[in-house]
């Protein structure tokens, strides 16, 4: 496990919609420098930058025309340089998020791939024999580029037709399709050590590591993903040789897999087995106050894989939210989200706070697709920083911003929340001093699931960890709860929010039990 993980809590910044300062109504790298002092007095010492390579932004940077080139709407390589200079002096670390399974259709790789005569990127990317042959029925390809190349062949797009697939190879390769190399084939390997000279590349001029995009789907035709494992092994190798500090965080939301695959962290997503939409996001979110939530599900799925990782060294996180779903704001308010935060804080592994979610920023209802956003574009719309002109996010022109924002941001925005000691702002930096403060809390600290029945309240787990141990618990419902365990006479409050603000111990039954105030939650040292 690389050191500077062991208290890392991430904020994950979407760079065009943070800070503006060229007034183009773009964010930009400048922009997220000036922010800097901003996120780390929030608590958070790392950063996870979304995709800021050249692009021609068909989906939001994730369609990369240069590996080697800054995105010039957010600056030059020389301003991202500054910009991991300048958090690495605040002891922050900075890591890109790196798109390995497609590129745009503009990058020269697939410029070049696409000519009838062979060099050196014929074999870069999928493609069949013939304009004809198509990929029907192929497992990890979800569509395809066809007709306008001097190529002929149908080329494999990974998500939006302007996504052309690089080529990895195949796990299980047909015999009767010739196009279907194997992952040791010359193209598929020379495909790996691009990718890792792009990782070189970055790392560097400064950079600490990789989100790494799609992880677990580069390898066709892998059902069972134990292809796709090994090639991120052999990253990982490369990493453990020349950049022993470095880090990789996949997206994947299988950390089963994942984590035997080399990645130090895992973060659970919203689609997938991981019921994290259960907690925050379903019709009836686990943390709102209505009390009709479940998250025996999610947790089940969450204690098995914690076990099936047990000794691997890599971490399962929860975020709260990112760039690809709804806003927490949407389906919980303020005071739901302090007990959210309450959880998210005091879990085991490392904590992701997408911009703007530490406010409760509103999802924006009603926007017309932004750079290939559609649902998601609600999500992705410029930070509230105070109550001037664009809520202090750019200087252009209302309608130049790069997606609109909700008319709350008069009243929610990042100053208001600050100068508000009840704030949904100040309790998120609370709860990040705590966890610091608290061993028990870290990031690998132990875990263990102490009270949670289905469909009922409260939820109680102990966290351990250099010899402290902290009990957790959670009562997000608007009604009273009996937590069966008996709370030690010895138990030290150490953290308390909602209805046990103010109080030392809950109140206890004859029996020993103990009733749980409603929208509470409380850490005990025990």
Known sequence: MREWLNDAIFYEIYPQSFCDTNADGIGDFQGIIRKLN?????????????????????????????????????????????????????????????????????????????????????????????????????????????????????????????????????????????????????????????????????????????????????????????????????????????????????????????????????????????????????????????????????????LHNRELTKGKGGLICIPSGNHDMIRMARTLDPEEMKLAFAFLLSMPGVPFIYYGDEIGEKYVVGLNSVEGGYERTGSRSPMAWDNTPNAGFSSAPKELLYIAQDASVREINAAAEAGDPDSLLNAVKELIAVRRANPALMDAGDFRLVELEDHSYPLVYEREQEGQKVLVVLNPSGQEAVMQTALPETAKLIYAQGGMKGKSTFARNADGRCIVPAASAAFYEI
């Not at 990789?248 to 973060?267: I, K, N, T, Y």
Request: net charge negative; hydrophobic share 35%.
């Open 38 to 302: 901003y996120i780390k007095d929030l608590g958070c010492n790392a950063i996870w930058l979304n995709p800021c390579f050249d692009s021609p932004f068909v989906d939001a940077g994730y369609d990369i025309r240069d590996y080697y080139k800054a995105a010039p709407r957010y600056g030059t390589n020389e301003d991202l340089r500054q910009l991991f200079a300048e958090a690495h002096k605040r002891g922050m670390h900075v890591i890109l998020d790196l798109v390995p399974g497609h590129t745009s259709d503009e990058c020269k790789w697939f410029q070049e791939s696409a000519k009838a005569e062979k060099n050196e990127y014929t074999d870069r990317y999928v493609w069949t024999n013939s304009v004809w042959e198509g990929f029907d029925g192929v497992d990890q390809i979800m569509g395809s580029i066809r007709g306008g190349t001097e190529r002929d062949g149908a080329c494999a797009a990974n998500f939006f037709n302007a996504q052309p697939a690089l080529n990895y190879g195949f796990a299980n390769p047909d015999p009767a399709k010739s196009w279907q190399q194997p992952m040791d084939a010359a193209g598929p390997l020379a495909t790996r050590e691009a990718i890792k000279d792009v990782m070189r590349f970055w790392l560097g001029l400064g950079c600490d590591g990789f989100r790494v995009d799609m992880a677990g789907s580069l390898v066709k035709c892998d059902p069972d993903q134990e292809g796709t494992i090994r090639l991120w092994q052999d990253f990982r190798a490369f990493l453990d040789e020349e950049f022993p500090e470095a880090v990789m965080v996949s997206e994947w939301g299988q950390p089963d897999r994942s984590l035997r695959a080399g990645f130090h962290m895992d973060f659970l997503l919203h689609f997938g087995p991981s019921h994290y939409l259960d907690l925050f996001r379903e019709e009836h979110p686990y943390f709102a106050r209505e009390g009709k939530g479940d998250c025996r599900t999610f947790f089940d799925l969450y």
